[in-house]
């Protein structure tokens, strides 16, 4: 029996009914990396002997009756977890004999979960991109069209789960990393409240792994299936023990609803910064259509809404002040001096970049202020709605481009060229007053590409959009697997 393209849920259930053993499926996985990948180049550090390993404990658990949520289930894990024992490089060609001495906390939790870690999934330089690609471990390509990128920089990992290596993966979320490589490969996944996920040990090399609070960043989990995502989020879930002492778990609140037909969702398909693709805007809309067949309540428009474009322009300036924090201080002056040059009626999101990479502390504490009214304005809109359907990227997966000027390079909309980064305002959108945000596949586009789509929750009610992910997976579908 092929097991590759079963959920987690449903290896959980045959591990105990004995219909397999974490050895078979460990193996089965095993070998389709090692026929499969060589195309996709998904998985770009192996571990698997240490699988075998403990796929073998797992077993021997199974057979003594524990029942941990995990067990026996293969996995993989982003490359810039830190695994003892495994590089972690970020993509980055100088750290590439960096092995760090412990696991992640969220690589601790796996384990302790009971999953078999195959190995680590490819990043791009730096997790700096919406592509997967960098000069250590090379490109990984879509599942769907090996011409075009598999999104990042979650890419491997999505890549991964799209075909079948492995049934969970774990990545993390500053622009997207989460949200677009799913929309891209097909799969789901979802980005925690900022804060609800302990992130020690996902952090760049070679410093040590500190339990450090992130202002927009989050690690979260990827699956084949809705409900997969909420059985992997209650393992992360959960503050560093660093930090409070102890090890507990967060209780996160139940769902809002939990029928299909009592849910009040306001749909979101146009920005005023962006263009949204035809193939976006069908999912988006097929989404919606779905829901009021099933007699949800269903807005388009509503004044609660915050500011799209001011969103945008806050995200982009806070995005941004952390990427030039280590830049030489004569390149650090030229930007600083091209900032100054900029006029003040300049509110373009290529101005905002600008500004934002040379961000004063002064400047930061006042785009802070402006976040906490945007996130009282989301906590007004959470009154009047339980989630927002919304896009993630303008359009499905585009062709790999490595031009290396990131800013030079152009996203093709239906015809009509973007500045690359301005893609990001969707995703945005959630991570900027640090929502839940759930991708869930949506359809193809003409040309057969996945499309996927996002379900902004309130914060901290992260089971809201997951629950909602899980019931219009009954009603739209859910992962198919490329061709």
């Known amino acids: 029996m092929d097991w590759s393209r079963r959920s987690a849920g449903e290896l959980a259930v045959a591990l105990r009914a004995r219909e397999v053993s974490s050895a078979e499926l460990t193996e089965a996985a095993i070998a389709g990396i090692e026929r499969d990948d060589r195309a996709i180049n998904a998985v770009c550090v192996p571990d698997f002997d240490r699988a075998r ?45 960096f092995v760090p001495a412990e696991d992640a ?23 700096q991109d919406v592509q997967t690609f960098n000069d250590i471990h090379g490109t990984t390509s879509n599942p769907w069209d090996r011409g075009r990128t598999s999104g990042g920089s979650s890419g491997g990992s999505a890549a991964a789960l799209a075909c079948g290596f492995g049934a969970l993966s774990v990545g993390s979320d500053l622009a997207g990393s989460l949200r677009t490589p799913a929309h891209f490969c097909g799969v789901y996944a979802h980005k925690p409240t900022v804060g609800l996920a302990a992130m020690r040990g996902m952090a760049p090399p070679p410093g040590p792994a500190l339990p450090i609070d992130s202002d927009l960043a989050v690690v979260g989990p990827m699956a084949r299936t809705a409900r ?69 309540r ?30 030489p201080i004569d390149s650090y002056e030229q930007l600083r001096d091209r900032a100054a040059g900029l ?36 906590r007004q809109l959470f009154g009047e709605f339980d989630a927002v359907v919304c896009p993630i990227t303008p359009t499905p997966a585009f062709p790999h481009d490595h031009h290396p000027d990131l800013l030079k390079r152009r996203l093709d909309i239906d015809g009509v060229e973007y500045p690359y980064f301005d893609q990001l305002v969707w995703a945005g959108l959630a991570t900027m007053p640090g929502l839940p945000a759930t991708a869930i596949p949506a359809g193809r586009s003409r040309e057969g590409l996945p499309v996927g789509v996002q379900l902004i929750g309130p914060m901290f009610e992260d089971r809201t959009p997951l629950r909602l992910a899980e019931l219009l997976e009954h009603q739209i579908g859910g992962v198919f697997a490329p061709e």
Not at 64 to 86: F, H, Q
Request: aromatic share 4%.
């Open 105 to 127: 906390v969220q690589v601790s939790r796996l384990k302790s979960a009971g999953a078999v870690v195959l190995g680590k999934t490819n990043v791009p330089l730096g997790l």
């Open 343 to 378: 006029s003040a009626d300049d509110q373009s999101l290529e101005a905002a970049r600008l500004r934002g990479m040379v961000l004063s502390h002064r400047d930061w504490i006042e785009l802070t202020r402006r976040r906490e009214l945007h996130r009282h304005g989301w």
């Open 53 to 97: 390993e403990a796929a073998r404990r797992a077993d021997h658990a199974l057979a003594r009756g524990e029942d941990r949520p995990l067990l026996g289930i293969p996995v993989t894990v982003k490359e810039s977890y830190n695994m003892a024992g495994l590089p972690t490089t970020w993509g980055m060609p100088h750290y590439r004999d």
């Open 298 to 327: 269903v807005q388009r428009h509503s004044p609660l809404l915050p500011d799209l474009a001011e969103a945008a322009s806050l995200y982009t300036q806070l995005l941004f002040s952390g990427s030039t924090a280590r830049f």
């Open 228 to 296: 997969d995502l909420t059985v992997l989020l209650d393992v992360m879930a959960g503050p560093d023990p660093l930090t409070v002492g102890v090890a507990h778990k967060v209780t996160l609140p139940p769902p809002r609803r939990e029928r299909l037909g009592d849910f009040r969702i306001l749909v979101v398909e146009e920005h005023p910064d962006i263009a949204t693709g035809i193939a976006v805007r069908a999912a988006v809309n097929r989404v919606a259509d779905a829901l009021i067949s099933n007699g949800a």
